[in-house]
């Protein structure tokens, strides 16, 4: 069964930091890259930081420099630390595997508004 729960958004000022945590269902954790995807209001959702399963990771400029994805393979969690927040990063956040397929479960998403 596929789980995925997404926690730690929450309201927070320009250049403030936070930290979001998924848990994932076993199987995906351990089959699939995880990755945090990214909703701003009228946009797409978009890929902003993936973690492969050797601990590898890349970003998306945006967030490059600012954000930092990790596993913990002993509690199948994906975490996202969020540094220098900016009012773009506003949105709802999402962890899933990547790369999608387009028929994929998703969780509820953690809502990150950053004011300016």
């Known amino acids: 069964q596929v789980q995925l729960v997404e926690s730690g958004g929450g309201l927070v000022q320009a250049g403030g930091s936070l930290r979001l945590s998924c848990a994932a269902s076993?199987?995906?954790?351990?089959?699939?890259?995880m990755a945090w995807y990214r909703q701003a209001p009228g946009k797409q959702r978009d890929s902003v930081a993936r973690?492969?399963?050797?601990?590898?990771?890349n970003y998306a400029d945006s967030v490059k420099g600012r954000f930092t994805i990790s596993r913990d393979n002993a509690k199948n969690t994906v975490s996202l630390q969020m540094n220098n927040l900016q009012s773009e990063d506003t949105g709802v956040y999402y962890c899933?595997?990547?790369?999608?397929?387009?028929?994929?479960?998703w969780g509820q998403g953690t809502q990150v508004t950053v004011s300016s």
């Open positions: 899933n595997k990547w790369p999608l397929t387009g028929s994929d479960y």
């Open positions: 076993e199987r995906m954790f351990r089959m699939y890259t």
């Open positions: 973690i492969f399963n050797t601990g590898a990771t």
